[in-house]
């Protein structure tokens, strides 16, 4: 496995991305023309197997002031192997300053996942929080 960065006029892979958006957002899963145009103005990070194909993936919409984790996802079948944390990890080094991200209040092990990488929950909208991590590390 690998992490590196999505190319958004590679059609093959905007196409994996879109399948993994689906298969984890299901009815809130953004359209291949959306993905697109994020991946391009913005920062993708994919993890890729062995024969090249794209496992998870992490989103992020960069800004000076506050970064944008869009969005952040691994194919069922390999989840709880430590990928969505890599990938995490990977953007947080990548985009080291403030950043925030929406998440719904039911998503108990994402929501954990966040927390151990320094996000807290700073607001609610409808039936997700808004979390953020700031760039100083907690005493
Ligand atoms: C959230 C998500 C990206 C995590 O990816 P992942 O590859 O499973 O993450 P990891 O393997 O790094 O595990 C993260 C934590 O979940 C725990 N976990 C793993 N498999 C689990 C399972 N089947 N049930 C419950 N918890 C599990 C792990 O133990 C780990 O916690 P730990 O570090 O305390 O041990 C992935 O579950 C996913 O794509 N979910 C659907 C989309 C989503 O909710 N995205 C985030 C909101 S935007």
Redesign the pocket.
């Known amino acids: 496995m690998r992490i590196e960065q999505a190319n958004y006029s590679n059609q093959e892979d905007i196409e994996h991305i879109s399948a993994i958006e689906d298969a984890?957002?299901f009815e809130n899963a953004l359209g291949e023309g959306t993905l697109r145009r994020e991946i391009e103005y913005g920062y993708c990070a994919v993890l890729r197997d062995d024969m090249d194909v794209i496992v998870?993936f992490a989103l992020v919409r960069p800004h000076f002031e506050l970064h944008d984790l869009l969005?952040?996802?691994?194919m069922p079948c390999?989840?709880?192997?430590?990928?969505?944390?890599?990938l995490l990890s990977h953007v947080i080094t990548r985009f080291p300053g403030p950043m925030m991200?929406m998440?719904?209040k039911n998503?108990a092990?994402?929501i954990?996942?966040y927390e151990?990488n320094n996000f807290v929950i700073t607001g609610t909208t409808g039936e997700s929080w808004v979390m953020r991590r700031s760039t100083s590390e907690p005493p």
Request: glycine share 20%; no cysteine.
């Open positions: 984890v957002f998870g969005r952040l996802g691994v390999f989840q709880g192997r430590g990928y969505g944390s890599w991200l998440v719904r998503n092990r994402a954990s996942l151990r």
